[in-house]
């Protein structure tokens, strides 16, 4: 089943100083089916960033049209846009974005608690604690934890909710490689899980953990890697590939 369709998005920025458009986004078009893990590939600039915004609702495009689960976000009003986002949505970010005034268990709890959904909380957080390895981290604070700690609790408040969709930017732009593999471990098991994933990466590694690559430039997709039956290895090969041949060739 589709879970979000984006058709022919475009999305324009007005420049502050001239009267001069930037246009971020042209003409994007793809599907994305429940249970996909998709990343998104791009040249700094190339619109990876507004792209996630206009689905995460955080943003609105100039034309086209988005969907998840068949709803038309252009049809919601601003002040219901933002219990869609919490309700239906999870967000993983480059910076983990937690809160160091409440405890590990709070931040996670934070969704539920802003949703007025907090019953049977204690029974969520628990499975999933121990499927993101951080039962003994529930009663630290933020800042008594390592990035890939911080990060696994990121995901665990992105999760909570159970969302349609999981969007990630960047997830493992501020970790090192032995923390950044891990994180992508877990997005595997969450995708096998069942869980829809979009990933906004540089990262070739962390793009090869996807079962679906798409390139954008000049605010179009062009170009999409299927994973199919490639290991992880020969998938970062494909992708280096694509990004020498058609970023670096065209650009
Ligand atoms: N709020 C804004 N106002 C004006 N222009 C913007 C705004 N946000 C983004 N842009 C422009 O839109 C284009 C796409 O930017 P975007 O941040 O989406 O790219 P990106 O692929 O995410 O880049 P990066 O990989 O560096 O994060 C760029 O030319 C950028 O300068």
Redesign the pocket.
């Known amino acids: 089943m589709t879970l979000l369709s984006v058709n022919h998005l475009k999305k324009e920025?007005?420049?502050k100083r001239s009267s001069q458009k930037?246009e971020?986004l042209r003409d994007i078009d793809f599907q994305v089916e429940e249970g996909e893990f998709i990343a998104i590939m791009?040249?700094?600039?190339?619109?990876?960033?507004?792209?996630l915004n206009c689905i995460a609702t955080l943003d609105r495009p100039t034309a086209g049209q988005i969907q998840i689960q068949g709803r038309d976000l252009a049809a919601f009003k601003d002040k219901d846009l933002a219990s869609f986002r919490r309700e239906h949505l999870g967000f993983v970010f480059q910076e983990f974005n937690l809160l160091d005034t409440l405890s590990v268990k709070d931040n996670i709890y934070l969704p539920l608690v802003l949703s007025k959904k907090t019953q049977g909380k204690e029974e969520k957080l628990a499975k999933l604690a121990i499927r993101l390895g951080i039962e003994n981290l529930l009663d630290k604070y933020p800042y008594e934890l390592s990035g890939g700690q911080q990060q696994r609790v990121a995901i665990a408040r992105a999760l909570i909710t159970n969302p349609e969709i999981l969007l990630c930017d960047e997830p493992t732009g501020a970790l090192d490689s032995k923390n950044a593999s891990e994180i992508l471990n877990l997005f595997d098991a969450c995708h096998q899980n069942g869980q829809t994933i979009l990933m906004?990466t540089?990262s070739p590694l962390s793009a090869s953990h996807a079962k679906r690559v798409l390139f954008?430039k000049d605010g179009m997709v062009f170009h999409q890697i299927y994973r199919g039956d490639k290991s992880e290895q020969e998938m970062l090969v494909a992708i280096n590939d694509a990004m020498t041949n058609l970023l670096g060739g065209q650009s």
């Open positions: 920025y007005k420049s930037v971020a791009g040249e700094s600039g190339s619109g990876k960033s507004t792209l906004v540089h954008i």
